[in-house]
T-cell receptor, first 111, second 115 residues
Framework: SQQGEEDPQALSIQEGENATMNCSYK?????LQWYRQNSGRGLVHLIL?????REKHSGRLRVTLDTSKKSSSLLITASRAADTASYFC???????????FGSGTKLNVKP | DAGVIQSPRHEVTEMGQEVTLRCKPI?????LFWYRQTMMRGLELLIY????????DSGMPEDRFSAKMPNASFSTLKIQPSEPRDSAVYFC?????????????FGQGTRLTVV
């Protein structure tokens, strides 16, 4: 991708398990965001973490950010079949005017 | 607001034909982005506008691609002539003016197939 990579590329887990996705990026950022894409749909914003934050929670989502390593992780706890989707990290550049996306992790949660 | 609206949702065209994709951003959003999504290359930023003015088109792959934003509520992405390798899903997104909490709002995408 243009600015970031995610791993794993694909993840398959059982319902109730936790899912962790990682994102590494190249550029300097002001914030990092995670988006979700259901099959055949557009991307939907999930959570945002600013560059001066290290961890953030929203419901079953937990995001961490390590700017020294240029990496972030998204944890989904107690996964559900409805969480099945692709998840993308987005890097917001210094002027807040460009959104660059990672390569995405395809999550499959088996009921 | 109905969100970002793209049309058509699906487009099938023959190689060499002109293709025009349309986007209506969310009212009040000053920024509009065009992305292309493929399995091989993921989500690529093609071009973005601020207040109807193209700011960065460095992601536009070739001169066959052009984008316009004649007013705050409408943008087009045109491919002329189209080629099979242009087959992809094209997304339009819009956002408010930049601030530390700016997020992008995406349309449903246009799935383009060039045969």
């Amino acid at each position: 991708s243009q600015q970031g990579e995610e791993d794993p590329q694909a993840l398959s887990i059982q319902e109730g398990e936790n899912a962790t996705m990682n994102c590494s990026y190249k550029t300097s950022i002001n914030n990092l965001q995670w988006y979700r894409q259901n099959s055949g749909r557009g991307l939907v914003h999930l959570i945002l973490i600013r560059s001066n934050e290290r961890e953030k929670h929203s419901g079953r989502l937990r995001v961490t950010l390590d700017t020294s390593k240029k990496s972030s992780s998204l944890l989904i706890t107690a996964s559900r079949a409805a969480d099945t989707a692709s998840y993308f990290c987005a890097m917001i550049t210094d002027n807040f005017n460009k959104f660059y996306f990672g390569s995405g992790t395809k999550l499959n949660v088996k009921p | 607001d109905a969100g970002v609206i793209q049309s058509p949702r699906h487009e099938v065209t023959e190689m060499g034909q002109e293709v025009t994709l349309r986007c209506k951003p969310i009212s009040g959003h000053d920024y509009l982005f065009w992305y292309r999504q493929t399995m091989m290359r993921g989500l690529e930023l093609l071009i973005y506008f601020n207040n109807n003015v193209p700011i960065d088109d460095s992601g536009m792959p070739e001169d066959r691609f052009s984008a316009k934003m004649p007013n705050a509520s409408f943008s087009t992405l045109k491919i002329q002539p189209s080629e099979p390798r242009d087959s992809a899903v094209y997304f339009c997104a819009s956002s408010l003016p930049p601030n530390p909490d700016t997020e992008a709002f995406f349309g449903q995408g246009t799935r383009l197939t060039v045969v």
